[in-house]
């Protein structure tokens, strides 16, 4: 058995690796590679993801570090020193609540993560598969009593075991969907959440007691934002057809399937104007030219997309 001192050290390994990975990417925040470094090293192990987790935590790094093009001063260049000097007064930034949590300590909660563009398989303890967008992130919770998934981000395909002792639950936001045997599609973007189901029956319920059956060909979208539940029909095979690169989407919002086809490419989407993020929009998207495939999403609206290097897209009404 390891005892606490080698614990200890342990620890101490992964947080100075994760202080050398922030260093590189602060000293170098336009080089992807730094970032792609630092996705792959966070995803070995929770004790990976919990040290660079602190690590980011302490020093206020969000996910827009991984996107922003962040100019650093020559003078304020980084060492390990200096890095680890500031870690006391993050310490007490945290206790006293200064800094928000960070978009990677979300991600260090999860069991499986994807990254940028990647769609990936991952087998579930009871049988069960489940697959991941690109920059999606579930938590997994298994026991007798029964089987939780939190959805921390993006977006999955459930294909599940039937277990009648043992129901199967995800969980987003205020969305908590409930199934027995079947396949269904949830996702998460900017307060968006939907649920669509490609074969067999979920029950789904958007903050209030009551559920709502679905049944194989039938989703469900919730805005957070207006408290707005559409409902509406969809071929089975069009359901989840990201997995193949092609975005079939009905009512969602411009601003939640920016932020969707955005997980196929690196850099942000920012909408300029809001009101026209609020816009709903349907249609079928190429998710092999994210750049083309955003562009369509708001011509109908007459906006336009300006691309600055590879580390920002601007979507504008002029």
């Known amino acids: 058995m390891t005892n606490s001192a080698d614990e200890t050290e342990e620890a101490q390994r992964l947080f100075r690796e994760a202080a050398d990975l922030a260093i590189r990417l602060q000293n170098d ?10 996705k792959t090293w966070v995803t070995r192990s929770p004790a990976h993801a919990a040290a660079w987790a602190r690590v980011a935590a302490i020093h206020g790094m969000t996910g827009t570090l991984f996107s922003e093009n962040r100019k650093i001063p020559e003078k304020s260049k980084l060492s390990r020193r200096n890095f680890i000097a500031g870690t006391t007064l993050g310490l007490g930034a945290l206790t006293t609540g200064a800094l928000t949590v960070p978009h990677l300590w979300l991600l260090s909660q999860a069991d499986h993560i994807t990254s940028t563009a990647e769609i990936r398989d991952f087998p579930l303890p009871d049988g069960s598969l489940a697959t991941l967008g690109p920059d999606s992130a579930i938590a997994v919770d298994f026991s007798e009593q029964g089987r ?28 908590l969907v409930t199934a027995l045997g079947t396949a269904f599609d949830v996702s998460a973007e900017k307060g968006f959440l939907s649920v669509a189901v490609a074969h067999g029956s979920v029950e789904a319920r958007t903050g209030t007691p009551a559920g709502e059956k679905l049944e194989a060909g039938t989703w469900l979208s919730f805005d957070s ?16 057809a990201w997995r193949s690169n092609m975005l079939f989407a009905e009512n969602e919002t411009v601003a939640a399937l920016c932020a969707k086809i955005s997980r196929w490419q690196n850099g942000r989407v920012l909408i300029a104007d809001p009101s026209l993020g609020s816009r709903t929009v349907s249609g079928v998207f190429d998710l092999n030219d994210p750049d083309a495939a955003i562009a369509a999403v708001v011509r109908p609206f007459g906006a336009k997309t300006r691309k600055i290097a590879s580390l920002l897209t601007i979507v504008s009404s002029v």
Do not use: C, H, K
């Open 29 to 38: 925040p336009v080089n992807p590679v730094s970032a792609d470094m630092i």
């Open 148 to 175: 939780r998934i939190g959805l921390l981000s993006g977006m999955a395909y459930f294909q599940v075991q039937p277990d009648s002792a043992r129901p199967f639950t995800v969980s987003t936001g205020p969305m």
């Open 225 to 240: 934002a207006t408290n707005r539940i559409t409902r509406g029909e969809q071929e089975p095979s069009q359901i989840a």
